[in-house]
């Protein structure tokens, strides 16, 4: 594997570049030093970069070091704070008009810092159906519920009495087992069901019947309360991209815009 050289040439236009580190060793720091450079070096905006985290904290905390870094790199090129031989010795190490270049760059882009989309995944995608309007299929008054656990124990309770109640032997299907399988399937709902044909007497027809139903039941009554999950929000956008006639205005503008994305084991 080879050793990313944060000081090296940028990656190129169009590539794609993984990361690899474990917690605490400076994902966030290497990706505000990325974005300094990009904003001074090439003259990409802030309002044609997407920086996507995992959670609010993370995205708060990711937000001030990468305004920090840029603060720290006008700092360096006006005068008022030493180089080093790091990040902002890079930056300083070219000629006077080079130098007011990229300062008057990195000044613009603290002037239009808002215009940065640093944001968790599910906010940026969340962004992303309202911008879409009808395409998105998400209506402006749902609210997002973070644990749909207590409707799902709902739906279990009936769903089991209704396939279950009237039966003379014990079920196939124990009710421990069904809130087991109505998790497995609420929390991963891009798994397939399978098999896709069984016999619906036998116990993976059953079992699959009753998945099936649930899902069908959840979304019903998500719509009917007016709710959305974490999960909807990822699937309604991959939905909604899909679509042929969707033409979505992301946070990550057209050509030549970045995409980055950091978690606590692989910022990309």
Known sequence: MDRFDLLGPLPRDGSTTVLEASAGT???????????????????????????TFNRNASRELRERVRGQIVEAVAALEGRMPAGADLLGQLTRDDGDERLVRRARLRDALANFDAATIATTHEFCGRVLKSLGVAGDTAADVKLQENLDDLVTEI????????????????VLSYQQARELAH?????????????????????????????????????????????????????LAKALEAQDSRPATGCGGAGALCWSTSSRTPT
């Open 156 to 171: 279990v309770d009936d769903l089991y009495l209704a396939h279950f109640g009237s039966a003379e032997n014990d079920p």
């Open 26 to 52: 400076g994902k966030t720091f290497a990706l505000a030093a990325l974005v300094t450079r990009y904003l001074a070096e090439t003259g990409i905006t802030l309002d044609e970069m997407l920086l996507i």
């Open 184 to 236: 497995c399937v609420v929390n991963d709902p891009c798994a397939q069901l399978r098999p896709q044909d069984p016999d619906p007497e036998s116990e993976a027809g059953i079992r699959l019947r009753f998945a099936a139903d649930v899902t069908r039941e959840l979304d019903h009554r998500k719509r009917r309360l007016r709710i959305l999950s974490y999960n909807d929000l990822l699937t309604g």
